[in-house]
């Protein structure tokens, strides 16, 4: 059975950085694009960053220059390392990817969430 299982998270003070990651395990094929998601207190999921498997990422707009995505493809992981963190940054981040099994079809899975928070 394939599952996202991700660590890394914590408290930190704001400018402070931390680093997210994600591994799938299970019986993968292969493995397209990879992201992280976030979702704050009375809000609604939101994109973070995607990464594609050649290496192509795209951010949101509120953590350009902050954030940066990369993965391991031998690995099956992927990463997110957080820089120059702010309040707002504070949310539950989900590492998300869409995977081909060997054995059924290819869908989308979620990693079970990891709380990071910003705080002074």
């Known amino acids: 059975q394939v599952q996202l299982v991700s660590s890394g998270g914590g408290l930190v003070q704001p400018g402070g950085s931390l680093r997210l990651s994600c591994g799938a395990s299970?019986?993968?094929?292969?493995?397209?694009?990879m992201a992280w998601y976030r979702q704050a207190p009375g809000k609604q999921r939101e994109l973070v960053a995607t990464?594609?498997?050649?290496?192509?990422?795209n951010y949101a707009d509120s953590v350009k220059g902050r954030f940066t995505i990369s993965r391991d493809n031998a690995k099956n992981t992927v990463s997110l390392q957080m820089n120059s963190l702010r309040p707002e940054d504070t949310a539950v981040y989900y590492c998300?990817?869409?995977?081909?099994?060997?054995?059924?079809?290819?869908?989308?899975?979620w990693g079970q969430g990891t709380q990071v928070t910003v705080s002074s």
């Open positions: 998300n990817a869409d995977i081909t099994p060997r054995s059924g079809s290819s869908r989308n899975y």
């Open positions: 299970g019986s993968i094929f292969s493995i397209r694009s």
């Open positions: 990464i594609t498997r050649g290496g192509s990422t």
